[in-house]
């Protein structure tokens, strides 16, 4: 009778401390998960912010810049110059809620002693839309660009 044993295999203890280790990994790879679920819905967010944004800016290009719609209201088919702060609403897309603000601001005016003194020739436009639950402002999109007529004007 041997009373040495030969027997191999894992100790109670080598069986744990692997568990614990393999949990330690598994944690972390669950936690990159997360992560990652999260920068995807930032950027289908991001995505969605940025048609919304496009198809606002090219909805005001279709807008002839003329003596009819430079004075008129955004609401009502014009580029009106809006107040600093802009026009803000929110608008839904793919289920999903986005804050748009719309601010036109006139860059230059007719000159003095001219036929529509006053009335301004250029125009600047910045759309920006914002995801309704965004944390930083790297979620917001921005799109500028500037309208201007034929007529000469002044800064």
């Given at each position: ?143 500028n660009t500037q309208r201007s007529t034929q007529v000469v004007g002044i800064n």
């Open positions: 009778m041997d009373l040495m044993r030969n027997d191999k295999g894992f100790t109670l203890l080598e069986a744990a401390i692997a568990l614990v280790i393999l949990l330690i990994i598994g944690l972390g790879i669950a936690s990159l998960f997360t992560y990652a679920l999260g920068a995807n819905t930032r950027a289908d967010d991001r995505e969605l912010a940025m048609t919304i944004a496009q198809k606002r800016m090219e909805s005001l290009r279709t807008i002839p810049f003329n003596t009819q719609t430079r004075m008129l209201d955004i609401s009502v088919g014009g580029l009106k110059a809006t107040l600093p702060e802009g026009v803000t609403e929110t608008v839904e897309n793919a289920g999903r809620s986005f804050i748009v603000n719309t601010q036109i601001q006139d860059m230059s005016v007719v000159p003095l002693n001219e036929p529509d003194e006053g009335s301004p020739t250029s125009k600047s436009i910045r759309i920006s839309v914002t995801p309704a639950g965004a944390t930083t402002s790297f979620e917001t999109v921005i799109l």
